[in-house]
């Protein structure tokens, strides 16, 4: 079973990604990893890769098309794919498909996690963590035990990154309702899309996923 897990910046795709790896023994392929671990490879491709993001120009299309073929090679034909950020555009829809078909794989579902923007907003721009062990807080539905000391290692010391303000999120979210929401039409038209309540709980969520999976939503 392929999917592709859409939602704007936050939503929580990486998060429900990596249940589906855990819960499923499904593969999360995600285009920022794969643009990574190309760029450390000796291959041919990785050195394009290396050279364009060096150029600082983006990478196209076809690069990431190359890549997500050459990933789906190594993959078996029994393990489900979790396609996470990607694609982005109607042009890269229209490319998986095509890969996908090469594959003998085909898209089970669609799974949109549908958000509040506001309350998005909230929950990206309080976030913060433990800046010794990485212990995730936020400033309304997460703040440590004891004010200003972490509850697992008693650090004194927190960070927030530096993106996750309001501008920044709502711009990327503009960006998002741009580009990738027209997309879901073209899913919707091969009934593939599936929605779910984004903002619930991580073990709701999930759920939710699960459910859509094992064809009860």
């Known amino acids: 079973m392929d999917i592709i897990l859409l939602g704007p910046p936050g939503a929580g795709k990486g998060t429900q990604a990596e249940r589906l790896v855990a819960d499923h023994g499904m593969v999360q392929i ?3 990893d794969m643009l990574r671990e ?3 490879s000796e291959s041919d491709l990785g050195r394009q890769v290396a050279a364009v993001m060096d150029s600082g120009a983006l990478v ?3 690069i ?7 990933k789906l090679s190594t993959i ?3 393990q489900g794919v979790i396609f996470d950020g990607y694609p982005r555009t109607l042009a890269q829809a229209q490319s998986l498909e095509i890969i996908l078909a090469a594959h003998g794989r085909s898209l089970s579902f669609v799974v949109e996690l549908a958000v509040d923007e506001n309350a998005l907003v909230e929950r990206i721009t309080g976030r913060f963590t433990c800046a010794k062990c990485s212990t995730p807080y936020h400033d309304r539905f997460k703040r440590p035990k004891v004010e200003g000391i972490c509850d697992v290692c008693g650090s004194h010391e927190f960070v927030r990154r530096s993106d996750d303000n309001e501008a920044t999120v709502r711009t990327r979210m503009a960006e998002y309702r741009a580009k990738t929401a027209p997309i879901l039409p ?3 038209a091969r009934r593939l899309v599936r929605r779910v309540d984004g903002m619930a709980l991580v073990d709701a969520v999930a759920a939710a996923i699960d459910a859509v999976l094992g064809g009860r939503a």
Do not use: F, K, N, P
């Open 30 to 32: 995600s285009t920022g």
């Open 38 to 40: 190309a760029r450390r």
């Open 60 to 62: 196209s299309d076809q």
């Open 64 to 70: 990431v098309s190359d890549l997500i073929d050459h």
């Open 76 to 78: 078996s034909a029994g």
């Open 186 to 188: 073209y899913y919707e």
